[in-house]
């Protein structure tokens, strides 16, 4: 069973010529890191990322810091990419089920059942159900920068959540550390940050949240969202990756870029924060 993309013509290209040029343009423009991936590439842990969701014409740039960090080292065997459920539909926490590959414009990526079937067994709110991902763009958008950034293959595990409680964050962070321990892996939490305020005002709420993740707080990131109310959407894979990532051998965040869909558009009344993160 195939997922075929869903958000290719809207989100991003989907013509693959134009999807390549897109992608070289949020690295080269001047919200960009202002350079493409070079083939360069260095052994160690591999880092874990956040970053965000939207169309490529907005977020874009911001996202192409964290491919180009994680293209400094080598391909993993696996990607973990936990992503909100903005549509409600399906478990609190869904995994694929039938689904063996996922479609973007440049071809396949194949789902890691194997790991899948570890994670679901241990924790009963985690479910099985393709439904959940079917129309969901959250993960999705992050595909084609993976596959322009690896000359291999690799596998993906996309974890949707409805829940994003910081019980959930404790919990399932926990668990993606015990079953990867020994695996190839990396984890990308995919979040945007404030929602529909002026570029004033989102800056101002998601430095303060950035700051959070770059401390690796997961309990200060989930103050902060309640007490200045900020509209993010993917705080839970935030917290979760936070939580994995501590678990295993990453102890050192560090903000990348901010900007906002403002800093793109030009128009800064009503704007949506975009932030990328590595953990070391």
Sequence with gaps: MIRRAQVAGTFYPRDEEALIKEIESSFTCHLGPG?????EKKDGLKPFFVVPHAGYMYSGPVASWSYLELSKFQQPQTVIIIGPNHHGIGPEIALPEKVETWETPFGSVEINHKLIDKIADIYPLVKRNDLAHQREHSIEVQL??????????FKLIPIGLINQSYEVCLILGEILAKVCEKEDI???ASSDLTHYETHEKAKEQDLQVLQAVEDMDTKKLYDIKLDL????????????????????GRSSGKILKYATSGDSSGIKNQVVGYGSVVFY
Aim: aromatic share 8%; charged share 15%.
């Design 186 to 188: 990396v984890i990308i």
């Design 35 to 39: 350079e493409l991936p070079k083939n």
């Design 229 to 248: 109310n900020v509209s993010m959407c993917g705080h839970g894979p935030i917290g979760v990756t936070i939580e994995s990532a501590k678990r295993m």
């Design 144 to 153: 084609p920068f993976l596959q322009y950034i690896y000359n291999e293959p």
